[in-house]
């Protein structure tokens, strides 16, 4: 398996449509970053959920998935569902997260989502975020629209079971969905690790890749 390093890691920006997305698309790999650089600086964007219960988790969730990081987290109130609806207000929120922080990394959702909301949300950051590489996570979900990825983050079996532990722990308000338990974080984590020669893994599609292999 080819492996490329992100090089050093100061500043990591991750954003989702809805509280939760973040952790479910890439709480491993925040995970991973966050506990081998103390003090990483994660300025999360979350378009939906703010003002009530879900804020309130979405907080407590990052949180843990970001231990010992500079975590600064927004949560907006857009309609979850609407964002197309919402264009504006969106496009300034992620112009106003580029304004402040400068990231070597950003986590956002594929450009792919059949979801529009998560599929709206990419669009804006990879034009907001020109210059910066941009993995977009998947979120499994009935759409069934999981696919061929390109790079991918390997998980220890310890940050796995972590991730898989903080989901049910800090989302009570989403275990009730048919898709929300261990069997489908986990079994997409395990085949994604298949995928790229781990045992498990977080898998992101890259819409564009600048190389420097001179150095």
Do not use: N
Not at 61 to 68: K, V, Y
């Amino acid at each position: 398996m080819i492996r490329l390093g992100a090089g050093r890691l100061d500043r990591v920006v991750a954003v989702g449509a809805h509280c939760d997305d973040i952790a479910i698309g890439a709480g491993g790999t925040l995970l991973t970053m966050c506990l081998a650089r103390p003090g990483l600086r994660v300025d999360a964007l979350v378009l939906s959920g703010g003002g009530g219960e879900r804020e309130r988790e979405e907080w407590a969730a990052l949180a843990a998935f970001c231990p010992g990081a500079d975590l600064r987290l927004t949560v907006l109130k857009l309609p979850d569902g609407r964002m197309p609806a919402h264009w504006e207000e969106a496009k300034a929120a992620v112009e106003e997260l580029r304004t402040r922080t400068d990231p070597e990394l950003v986590l956002a959702p594929r450009t792919d989502d059949a979801h529009q909301d998560h599929r709206g949300l990419a669009r804006l950051m990879t034009t907001a975020f020109r210059d910066h590489l941009v993995l977009g996570y998947e979120i499994v979900k009935w759409d069934g629209d999981l696919g061929r990825m390109a790079a991918y983050q390997p998980l220890s079996a310890e940050i796995a079971e972590q991730k898989v532990r903080l989901l049910q722990e800090h989302y009570p308000s989403q275990r009730h969905r048919p898709w929300y338990d261990r069997e489908a974080f986990l079994g997409l984590a395990r085949i994604r690790g298949i995928e790229c020669h781990a045992r498990y893994a977080e898998a992101f599609a890259v819409t564009k890749l600048t190389l420097d292999l001179g150095d």
